[in-house]
C-alpha cells in the first residue's frame, strides 16, 4: 500500500511556474515509479511526467522542455517543476505511482489544481 499526497497547486499566469510536491509513504515504495497525471474539465487524465527509482524519466509531449520532474528516493518525495506555464496546462494535477509491470497507476494523491489564466 502506498499513500500519496500532493500540493502546491494554485493561480498563476501565463509564462509563470509553479512546483508540485509530492510525498509518498507506506511498504517498499522504492520500486514504484512515481509520476504526475493531470486532468482538464471534460478532458481524459494524461500522463504529465514520470521517474522510476533509477531516475528514468518519461515526460508528456505538451510538457516537455517546460516542467521537470523529480525525486529523492531517501525521503520518499517527488517534486514538478513547471516552467513557462501555458493556459492549456490548467488542470487537476495528481501524484501517481505504479509498478514497473503496470501500464496504469495503482495509488493516486488527492489532486491539486493548477489554474492559468491572464
Known amino acids: 500500500q502506498v499513500h500519496l499526497v500532493d500540493s502546491g497547486g494554485g493561480s498563476v499566469q501565463p509564462g509563470g511556474a509553479l512546483r508540485l510536491s509530492c510525498a509518498a509513504s507506506?511498504?517498499?515504495?522504492?520500486?514504484?515509479?512515481l509520476g504526475w497525471y493531470r486532468q482538464a474539465s471534460g478532458k481524459r487524465r494524461e500522463l504529465v511526467a514520470e521517474i522510476s527509482f533509477s531516475g528514468i524519466i518519461l515526460y508528456g509531449d505538451a510538457v516537455r522542455d517546460r516542467f521537470t520532474i523529480s525525486r529523492d528516493n531517501a525521503k520518499n518525495t517527488m517534486n514538478l517543476q513547471m516552467n513557462n506555464l501555458l493556459v492549456e496546462d490548467t488542470a487537476v494535477y495528481f501524484c501517481?505511482?505504479?509498478?514497473?509491470?503496470?501500464?496504469?497507476?495503482?495509488?493516486w494523491g488527492q489532486g491539486s489544481q493548477v489554474f492559468v489564466s491572464s
Open positions: 501517481s505511482a505504479r509498478t514497473a509491470r503496470s501500464s496504469w497507476p495503482r495509488y
Open positions: 507506506g511498504t517498499e515504495v522504492g520500486p514504484y515509479v
